[in-house]
């Protein structure tokens, strides 16, 4: 009996000396999306930071990237955000105007502030204070990606820069000879594939728009009616329509390779960065990178990326901001997303990734970045204007009227902004 | 008689079970022909699944190579039993089973005892009940879905399989199948059953629910199906691997640069299995309540 009394104190005394060294630990809250190559390295990199850290415990929270919004959503509304979120950077502005993120200057290494790109700083920058309240070892671009051999065949001209990119007629006229070609199913992949559920149309068709010499929403007036729905906005749309009903663009049931698939069914893609590690893969070197080209006067490329925010309800937000620092200086990790063609948004990421160096195949997705990079409105009413926007685009894909389906989109974003008032001080800024 | 006369009424049966056959070869190869349709899909996933490159899944879709693998590999399953940590899927699987199972069972208790209640219960207002039941029917999950996120979260359920559960126990569709079925059984039995002395409750249990087998098999199916396929709800309301489904963790194949076709074909086709194995449990008595319905006027 003594000795079952003496075994049961002892097992007591080392479950709760077990349970007090747990609670002991700071729990640091990480949401994120992500594939899986990336789910298992964030865990690795949180072996690794809590290794170094033992009193720190990295607990993931994974929503998948479709329902992403949706899980922050419900996250706010149970009163349970993060300590560390993962957020695209056009929705930073909707996040910190509604008081969800914390500025991360004073919290994040010196040195990798330093180290920030100029585009990585404006993605994580929030218009109004113009304080840093995200950071992130990469950015993005897209850009026009092209069969060799395809291109060969129609003669057409290959662009050596920015500077050299094809005109809106060039496009189209390539468009339709590749249209005639053998083998050619379909003469670009615009990636209908991912469908409206992400943010891919915005990203990638609204650079289409701006360069065509209009815009989502006047961006000093932030009034959508008279931009969106301009005839420059209007001409360019039907400009993508008249591509679709051609049967130039492979159709959204066919996926989201049929540029690298087998056959290569597809002679030009306009892909992200991100497709370029597939695509080199499955194609060797019949594969050539072109700039975006010239819908009008000038050029224009997306920019912005998934980033890292500590949220205002963090409790230990220095730990949080540890976690960060780690997490983009981690050898690791930085390899791994180098191995993705993850396009650099730290000077010395950039140094290691020799693809988007001076003559690296992806220079010219870099050189875009400092010369037509248009990044999406920072503004609160970006989910609205993302969202009334992909639809309009969808509509337009299906038949329906550009026009029509513009100045729907664009009332939408207005009737938003009136709601609330035109997110002051954002409505004060003129 | 004749021969002649004889050979007209052969050659007229003769002609007729011609006829007759080649009625019933045009019936089974429609039959067939639509089966395969339906058929199709189930085995795209399935081939696909035994695919090693996910470029090449995607490059046989649209054409009759979708539905062919020429060296089949169970490379894509292992690579999903091999995720560990946040992607271990053996984890998720069983926290689906777990969810299933217990939100059926109860499901099953719980939406019967209502619907006796409704059909054969002494309590007043059972038709005003009834109509709040089916009214409740009509409201679409995605307009009370925050509010409920708020409410489990308030509660303090969240991240765990309670939050998982409870919430889709009682279901109105469920309460009024099982109304609709109990109140088609002749009264005589209750009554019958309370002239031997045995409570309204016990009357529930030793004699109708024995009786509404048809009812619970089309319950457990449809409840089934629903509970496995729950996506956005276990997003909501969970937040680690302690208690998230298998519908969740297949999402990670679909990130946002690329599609991991070859991978989530195979976690697919394991995640089907039980659901398929819940209704060929169950299909006999769910094929024989739809004749059934099909029968009663």
């Given at each position: 009996m003594g000795k079952r009394l003496l075994l049961s104190l002892v097992l007591s005394s080392a479950l709760a000396a077990t349970w007090a060294h747990a609670a002991d630990k700071a729990v640091i809250q990480v949401m994120h999306q992500g594939d899986p190559g990336f789910v298992a390295a964030y865990g690795k990199v949180a072996e690794r930071f809590e290794a170094a850290n033992p009193d720190v415990d990295i607990q993931f929270i994974y929503a998948p990237h479709d329902a992403y919004n949706e899980k922050f959503s419900a996250a706010v509304v149970a009163k349970q955000l993060p300590d560390v979120m993962e957020l695209d950077a056009p929705f930073l502005a909707n996040y910190v105007w509604s008081g969800y993120l914390q500025p991360i200057k004073p919290l994040i290494d010196k040195d990798l502030l330093d180290d920030m790109t100029a585009s990585n700083i404006a993605q994580g920058t929030y218009p109004i204070d113009k304080d840093l309240y995200a950071i992130g070892l990469t950015d993005s671009s897209v850009v026009l990606y092209g069969n060799k051999k395809y291109l060969e065949a129609i003669g057409a001209r290959i662009p050596k820069s920015v500077d050299d990119v094809w005109t809106r007629e060039e496009f189209e006229t390539y468009l339709e000879k590749l249209s005639k070609l053998d083998g050619v199913k379909w003469p670009i992949d615009t990636f209908r594939g991912y469908g409206i559920k992400t943010e891919w149309i915005t990203y990638a068709y609204g650079p289409i728009l701006q360069s065509a010499g209009c815009d989502l929403i006047d961006r000093k007036a932030w009034k959508s009616e008279s931009t969106l729905d301009s005839d420059a906005c209007v001409d360019a749309l039907a400009m993508m329509q008249k591509w679709v009903k051609n049967g130039w663009v492979v159709p959204q049931s066919a996926g989201t390779n049929q540029f690298f698939a087998e056959g290569n069914p597809a002679a030009l893609a306009l892909g992200g960065h991100w497709v370029y590690a597939e695509a080199v893969a499955a194609m060797k070197d019949n594969i050539v990178v072109l700039p975006l080209p010239k819908f009008g006067a000038k050029g224009a490329s997306p920019d912005g990326t998934w980033i890292w925010a500590i949220t205002?309800?963090?409790?230990?937000p220095d730990i949080a901001a540890k976690f960060i620092s780690f997490l983009l200086k981690d050898k690791e990790y930085r390899a791994y997303v180098a191995s993705q063609s993850g396009y650099p948004g730290l000077k010395s990421f950039a140094a290691e990734s020799p693809l988007y160096a001076n003559g690296g195949p992806m220079a010219i997705a870099f050189e875009q970045a400092s010369k037509t990079a248009v990044a999406r409105p920072p503004h609160p009413a970006y989910p609205t204007i993302t969202s009334a926007f992909m639809q309009a685009v969808d509509e337009v894909f299906n038949g329906g009227d550009p026009k029509e389906a513009l100045t729907s989109a664009a009332k939408k974003i207005d009737e938003d902004i009136a709601d609330n008032d035109g997110y002051p001080p954002f409505g004060d800024q003129q | 008689m004749s021969d002649i006369a004889l050979s007209i009424p052969r050659a007229r049966a003769a002609q007729s079970f011609s006829a007759t056959r080649v009625l019933r070869l045009i019936q089974v190869t429609c039959i067939f022909i639509i089966a395969l349709v339906i058929v199709s899909p189930l085995l795209l996933l399935v081939v696909a699944s035994l695919k090693d490159d996910r470029f090449q899944i995607l490059a046989d879709m649209g054409s009759f190579r979708a539905f062919w693998v020429s060296i089949p590999t169970l490379s894509n399953y292992a690579e999903v039993g091999h995720?560990?940590?946040?992607?271990a899927f053996g984890r998720y699987l069983i926290n689906s089973l777990i969810i299933l199972i217990t939100t059926v069972c109860s499901g099953l208790i719980v939406n019967s005892m209502a619907g006796f209640v409704l059909a054969?219960?002494?309590?007043?207002g059972r038709a005003v009940i009834l109509s709040i039941v089916i009214a409740l029917y009509?409201?679409?999950q995605e307009s009370i879905i925050m509010p409920l996120v708020i409410m489990v979260s308030r509660a303090g359920m969240a991240d765990t399989f309670a939050v998982q559960i409870v919430p889709w126990v009682a279901s109105p569709l469920y309460i009024f199948l099982f109304y609709q079925f109990f109140s088609q059984l002749p009264k005589e039995l209750l009554e019958a059953a309370e002239i031997d002395g045995a409570s309204f409750f016990r009357a529930y249990r030793s004699i109708f629910l024995p009786l509404s087998l048809p009812a619970l098999a089309t319950v457990s199916i449809l409840m089934g199906i629903e509970t496995w396929n729950q996506y956005l709800w276990p997003i909501l309301v969970t937040q680690t691997d302690y208690a998230r489904p298998i519908a969740v963790a297949i999402a990670t194949f679909f990130g946002q640069d690329s599609i991991y076709w070859d991978r989530a074909m195979a976690a697919s086709v394991l995640m089907m299995i039980p659901i398929l194995g819940l209704y060929l449990a169950f299909q006999r008595w769910f094929v024989s309540s739809f004749i059934g319905s099909a029968v009663k006027g």
């Open positions: 205002k309800t963090s409790k230990h | 995720l560990s940590g946040e992607l054969w219960g002494s309590l007043r009509v409201i679409p």
